[in-house]
């Protein structure tokens, strides 16, 4: 293998590597926002409907 050809091998490794990290990133912060966005909404409801019980029973 030339020394080229290890050179472009690295950086297509370098390449899928910060894909995947930037994949894994973006995957989390959406996980985060949808969890914090639930929370977020089932205050809403409770506090426009007065309770909890009526959420608990929908969703739950």
């Known amino acids: 293998m030339s020394e080229e050809q290890q050179r472009?091998?690295?950086e297509d490794l370098g390449?899928?590597?910060a894909f995947v990290?930037?994949?894994c990133t973006i995957f989390v912060a959406v996980a985060y926002i949808?969890?914090?966005m639930e929370t977020v909404f089932r205050r809403v409801y409770e506090s426009l409907t007065g309770g909890a019980v009526l959420y608990r029973e929908m969703f739950v």
Do not use: M
């Open 8 to 10: 472009r091998l690295f």
């Open 15 to 17: 390449a899928a590597l």
């Open 34 to 36: 949808l969890k914090h």
């Open 21 to 23: 990290l930037i994949c």
